[in-house]
Structures are given as structure tokens and as C-alpha cells.
């Protein structure tokens, strides 16, 4: 089944604990990207990959990072959560980041940082 | 507040009536998206229009992109309430995508 995954599904964590969010996608996609929604917003976009070894800023890029060193594989990386960062995060990839493609999205990962 | 603001932010309409909502950016854009979201689930695409395109037809959606006027619109014909949902759209421009806050759409049985 063509699928976006991400782990782990909810995650509480401490201030400062260093945590890694891993994506995932089995349909040959070039593009992937990460987004954060927060209570009655839209989706804001902090990283994204056109392709391996290539990865971009979003919107919100600050206090994550993000590496894509194959095809399948975007994970998401704080390197010292704080408070804000609590949120809903998910992971979505496409056939391509241009003119044409729909965005497929994984389950999403709720994240608390205390 | 975000490029792709869409209006109105909830719409409460009685099954069978269409409803219709409406989203506005900013800047240029490769193609616009519409997708639904069921209570804080994963997002599902709806419809793509390409900045080239006037309107689209999917099923019971309609998308119309005037870029003229840098705007879309969805209309959902003879809602049902399993189309109870938030709708969000997003701008697409050399991969960066841009997110609206979304409309809370209520369809009364």
C-alpha cells in the first residue's frame, strides 16, 4: 500500500531532550516536506527536500533539522525541544515539487515538550 | 497572518445545499491545492488546479483559480455529512507550499 509513515504516533518529552521524528515513503517520491499545525491554524511548513542531499526552508525552520540522505527517508530532528514546539507535525511527499503533483501526507506526530 | 487565507473560517450548511469557500494568496504560484483534514488526521488531497488552469471538476468539487485577482474557490455540491470536515488550500511555488488557515465546514443531517 503506497503510504507515508512517521514515527512515533505521540511523544511527550522534556525541554532540551534531544528527539528525531522519522518519516517515511514507499512511492518513489522526490519531494518530501515537514509541517507543524498548531490549534486553528493551517499547516506551516518548516523543511523541505526536492531531492536527496537537497533540503530547504520552509516558513518556520527554526529549532529543527532535517537531512535526506536517501530517497524514502526525511526525518525530522530537534536538537533541543522547547515548549513551542509542542504541536502537530506531519510528514508529506509528491511526485515532484512543481507544477503538478498533490502533496501525500503521513498520519501526523503529536509532539508536547514540557 | 499566512499567504492562502481562505474565507469564510466556518460554514454551517444543512445537507444537500452546496457550499462554497474561498481562498486568497499572495504570491506567485506552479499550481494551488485543496485538501481535508477529519479532526486533526492527516491531510487528504481534493483537487489541483495549475496556475494556467480557470476551473476544475472533481466528482461533486468544483475549483475555479483567478490569478488575476489571486484567488480560488472550492464548491462542494449536495454536501453530505460525511463531508463534515476543515478544508484547507495551498499555494505551491518551487516547492514551497503555503498553507491557509482552513474553513470548519458543519453538514446538519
Known amino acids: 500500500e503506497a503510504q507515508v509513515t512517521q514515527n512515533p504516533r505521540y511523544l511527550i518529552t522534556v525541554t532540551g531532550k534531544k528527539l528525531t521524528v522519522t518519516c517515511s515513503q514507499n512511492?518513489?517520491?522526490?519531494?518530501m516536506s515537514w509541517y507543524r499545525q498548531d490549534p486553528g491554524l493551517g499547516l506551516r511548513q518548516i523543511y523541505y527536500?526536492?531531492?536527496?542531499?537537497?533540503?530547504d526552508k520552509g516558513d518556520v525552520p527554526e529549532g529543527y533539522k532535517v537531512s535526506r540522505k536517501e530517497k524514502r527517508n526525511f526525518p525530522l530532528i530537534l536538537e533541543s525541544p522547547s515548549p513551542n514546539q509542542t504541536s502537530l507535525y506531519f510528514c508529506?511527499?509528491?511526485?515532484?515539487?512543481?507544477?503538478?503533483?498533490?502533496?501525500?501526507f503521513g498520519p501526523g506526530t503529536r509532539l508536547t515538550v514540557t | 497572518s499566512q499567504q492562502g487565507e481562505e474565507d469564510p473560517q466556518a460554514l454551517s450548511i444543512q445537507e444537500g445545499e452546496n457550499a462554497t469557500m474561498n481562498c486568497s494568496y499572495k504570491?506567485?504560484?506552479?499550481?494551488l491545492q485543496w485538501y481535508r483534514q477529519n479532526s486533526g488526521r492527516g491531510l487528504v488531497h481534493l483537487i489541483l488546479?495549475?496556475?494556467?488552469?480557470r476551473e476544475k471538476h472533481s466528482g461533486r468539487l468544483r475549483v475555479t483559480l483567478d490569478t488575476s485577482k489571486k484567488s480560488s474557490s472550492l464548491l462542494i455540491t449536495a454536501s453530505r455529512a460525511a463531508d463534515t470536515a476543515s478544508y484547507f488550500c495551498?499555494?505551491?511555488?518551487?516547492?514551497?507550499?503555503?498553507f491557509g488557515d482552513g474553513t470548519t465546514l458543519t453538514v446538519k443531517p
Open positions: 488546479i495549475r496556475s494556467n488552469e
Open positions: 495551498a499555494t505551491v511555488w518551487r516547492g514551497k507550499s503555503t
Open positions: 527536500s526536492m531531492n536527496v542531499e537537497v533540503t
Open positions: 508529506a511527499s509528491s511526485l515532484g515539487g512543481g507544477v503538478s503533483y498533490e502533496q501525500y
Open positions: 504570491t506567485s504560484i506552479n499550481n
Open positions: 512511492m518513489n517520491h522526490e519531494y
